[in-house]
């Protein structure tokens, strides 16, 4: 079957790859086609626009590009009609998918599946009304999802399992790096433990939480500070803030940092999820502009409790956030006191974490989902 896929950016190219591969696992005769990134042309097909040049964030950048967005989602519609798959499957990114599955929907007989929802249980959850009429199936990898779409919304889902669990889990059993290994390898003390810093994937999340994340760890002396360094950002970017400092930058290991800390600072997003994961106790450290107005935002406004996945997920709070008003160098430095070994939090927290893995599931998330999109294409040509 023809399998049309759309993503916006690293992390859907990412997992978009890994479904293609289970889609090929569960399909041979499966053939490609999608607007995605460099791992999904690894796996084959006809990669036909790169997401580098649908990714616009913040309201400027989108105002200025709009044109470009514009014509971007024009020739997608037609690039579907011309190839006229058997289906189209969108992972994330909805301010774009979800006008395509408007089309499709409107225009074809094409089926849409929705791999990974758009987090619209935060915010425009107005968008529900668009994905009942628009979405054909939903396949979620976060389980709190289940009962807001089900329950809330009436639209049955699909809960896959979760793609990050299966990574880390994958890479903790095979990784056998010593930690005298890994610090020989990156300039480290072997003889000092590590607090981890998780600082974001974007210029502006490094630059308004970083000089705080270190401000506070510095002051634990008998650790040393090891920053995760992004792909996407140049080591120059990062001495802005490090230089002087005796913070050490570690570049593309962020599991292998993770294995050998004991505990982290972390800015929010998929991060605070793999950094529970691997049972490192973490703070989340989240500074915005206006944090008054974002607080009464959060309480009034946004339409959940956490903004962490591993809260999230468990329901409540497992580990602390520090956002808006109580993004301050004195609580972070408090909260990261208690999760230290043999500080007052750190095991109830790692009792925690393993609730939140068990509430994840072991499944193989894009093989699972391959294996249900394949078997509903089949039996609706039966």
Same mark, same amino acid.
């Given at each position: ?10 992390? &859907? *190219?990412?997992? +978009? ?6 889609? @090929?696992?569960?399909?041979? =005769? #499966?053939?490609?086609? /999608?607007?995605? &990134? *460099?791992?999904? +042309? ?6 036909? @626009?790169?997401?580098?040049? =649908? #990714?616009?964030?913040? /309201? ?323």
């Amino acid at each position: 079957m023809r399998y049309y896929l759309i993503v916006g950016e690293a992390s &859907g *190219d990412l997992h +978009a790859s890994r479904l293609m591969r289970s889609l @090929k696992n569960a399909d041979e =005769l #499966a053939e490609f086609r /999608f607007f995605g &990134g *460099d791992v999904m +042309a690894a796996e084959g097909g006809t990669l036909v @626009k790169h997401y580098r040049d =649908l #990714a616009y964030m913040g /309201f400027v950048p989108v105002l200025l590009h709009l044109n470009t967005i514009f014509k971007n989602m024009a020739f997608c519609k037609r690039d579907i009609v011309a190839w006229n798959p058997d289906v189209v499957i969108l992972v994330d990114y909805p301010g774009f998918n979800l006008n395509i599955a408007k089309f499709v929907h409107a225009k074809t007989h094409i089926p849409v599946y929705y791999y990974i929802s758009p987090k619209i249980w935060a915010w425009k959850e107005w968008r529900i009304k668009r994905i009942k009429r628009d979405v054909r199936e939903m396949f979620s990898i976060l389980p709190f999802e289940v009962p807001f779409y089900e329950e809330k919304h009436k639209f049955p889902i699909h809960y896959v399992g979760n793609p990050t669990a299966q990574e880390v889990a994958e890479f903790r059993a095979s990784y056998d790096e010593t930690r005298e290994e890994f610090c020989a390898a990156n300039g480290l003390d072997a003889d000092r433990p590590v607090i981890a810093l998780l600082a974001g994937s974007r210029k502006q999340e490094i630059k308004d939480n970083l000089p705080a994340m270190i401000e506070a760890a510095e002051k634990f002396v008998d650790y040393q500070m090891v920053l995760a360094g992004a792909p996407s950002i140049d080591d120059g970017y990062y001495e802005r803030f490090i230089k002087g400092t005796p913070v050490k930058l570690v570049k593309d290991s962020t599991y292998q940092l993770l294995s050998h800390s004991s505990a982290a600072l972390v800015t929010s997003g998929t991060a605070t999820l793999e950094t529970a994961l691997f049972d490192v106790p973490q703070v989340v450290c989240y500074e915005t502009p206006v944090p008054k107005l974002i607080r009464f935002a959060f309480n009034h406004i946004i339409k959940v409790k956490f903004i962490s996945l591993v809260n999230l997920i468990a329901d409540r709070e497992v580990v602390p956030e520090l956002l808006a008003d109580r993004f301050t160098t004195d609580n972070i430095l408090s909260a990261l006191r208690r999760i230290l070994p043999g500080g007052a939090g750190r095991e109830q927290m790692l009792a925690d974490y393993r609730e939140v893995r068990q509430k994840l599931g072991d499944t193989v998330a894009p093989d699972n989902a391959a294996h249900i999109m394949v078997d509903l294409l089949i039996n609706r040509f039966l």
